[in-house]
């Protein structure tokens, strides 16, 4: 298994962001919907409308680990849902299969949806489903620094291994070795 980058841009972001939502307002919302609470595709592709309808947070039994989490739900992140589920049956997934709406969307059809994405942008970072969750800490930590909050958020056993899974290790070692030079500066 390939290893995933988080999208380091800004701007990329809303790039793919404006594209997804011109394209499908599912996959709109699901990209948000990652990059805005750091969940794990696994945990996001369960839910139901009636999981986010009117709610400031929602509890997660996580998948991979079992545990229970609460979640915020980010003030953008609650506007772009609650657009989204005007109509929609509280029994409905929030990301249906186009097909039918008794069966969520696969995480290959999120893999997929991303990686269109990143084609259209001629995006050359390695794109997945883990990306979304990627981006969330990167740029938490970009904002705050807090890595021991994101260590907590993502239930990591270390620092060190959030900083590496968000990329950040090899931002700073990136950093670094373009900085060295052996020129003479006179």
Known sequence: MNTVEPIRDKDLILDFSDYLKEKSTRDYVLFNFGIYSGLRISDILPLKVRDVK?????????KKTGDTKRLVINDDLKDIIKKYIIGKRDYEYLFPRAKGKSVPIT??????????????????????CHTLRKTFGYWMYQDTRDIATIQDIFEHSSA???????????????KYIKGLSFKSKR
């Open 107 to 128: 995480r290959q059809r999120v893999w997929q949806i991303l990686n269109k994405a990143a084609n259209e942008f001629e995006y050359k970072e390695r794109i997945g």
């Open 160 to 174: 060190d291994v959030t900083k590496r899974y968000i990329g950040v290790n090899q931002d700073t070692k990136d």
């Open 54 to 62: 009117n709610a400031d947070f929602i509890i997660v039994k996580e």
